[in-house]
């Protein structure tokens, strides 16, 4: 069964510091997400990506944080200065036009020391 | 605003038994989309159910089912048969229909579910 892949599945890095969440989303899938979820608390979008850019972004989703799909499979997110505040878990989520169902990937696990 | 509202942050269901989780929902469309994902302890998201709105019908799944009262904006998932594996952290999400065009997840603040053997 096709899944959507994200790599690492943990991630430590110190403040200031740059990270990239990688994501291979379905293949035949054309809108791509991410998703955020601090411990203990729920998930909260990011933003949504179809044709090349940004459809929609959340206000979470500051000047810090840029995406990209870098080749015909990847689909990247950028934190360029980590805050200890960005620790959570990172979610990256595709799916068809139209269907409504977003596969989620197993997440990424960010922790800003 | 779209709001999602899980008033049961824990539930608890004896093997084999059966349980249902609640969720109410605001919103002025008329044309989305809910969904059951779980969440077990490796954090992964994994959806259990879908809902299309305009549909009465309400959607199972093997031993999941769900309850959707439009007007009472209510959607809630029923869990037969309960298994250990069962034990998870369920969210409930909606999502408008833009007519063939993304629109963003609003999650719930989930309902812990733990299954007493």
């Known amino acids: 069964e096709p899944e959507v892949t994200q790599t690492p599945s943990h991630q430590v890095t110190q403040m200031g510091q740059e990270v990239i969440l990688r994501c291979v989303p379905i293949s035949n899938h054309l809108y791509f997400y991410w998703y955020r979820q601090i411990l203990g608390q729920k998930v909260e979008f990011l933003v949504s990506f179809y044709n090349n850019e940004i459809s929609e972004k959340s206000e979470i989703f500051d000047d810090q944080f840029s995406v990209e799909r870098p080749d015909g499979s990847n689909f990247t997110l950028k934190i360029r200065s980590t805050k200890l505040e960005d620790s959570a878990m990172y979610f990256c989520?595709?799916?068809?036009?139209?269907?409504?169902?977003?596969?989620f990937g197993q997440g990424t696990r960010l922790t800003v020391v | 605003a779209q709001t999602v509202t899980q008033s049961q942050p824990e539930m608890s269901v004896q093997e084999a038994e059966t349980v249902t989780l609640s969720c109410t929902y605001d919103t002025s469309e008329s044309d989305y989309y809910l969904f059951w994902y779980k969440q077990p302890p490796s954090r992964q998201m994994i959806l259990v159910i879908r809902?299309?709105?305009?549909?009465?019908q309400n959607a199972t799944e093997n031993r999941f089912s769900v309850n959707f009262q439009k007007a009472a904006k209510s959607f809630s998932l029923k869990i037969s048969d309960s298994q250990l594996g069962d034990a998870a952290m369920y969210f409930c999400a909606y999502r408008i229909n833009y007519g063939g065009s993304q629109g963003n997840l609003i999650f719930g603040k989930g309902t812990k579910l733990s299954v007493k053997p």
């Open positions: 989520a595709s799916s068809e036009s139209g269907t409504g169902m977003a596969f």
């Open positions: 809902q299309e709105a305009y549909k009465q």
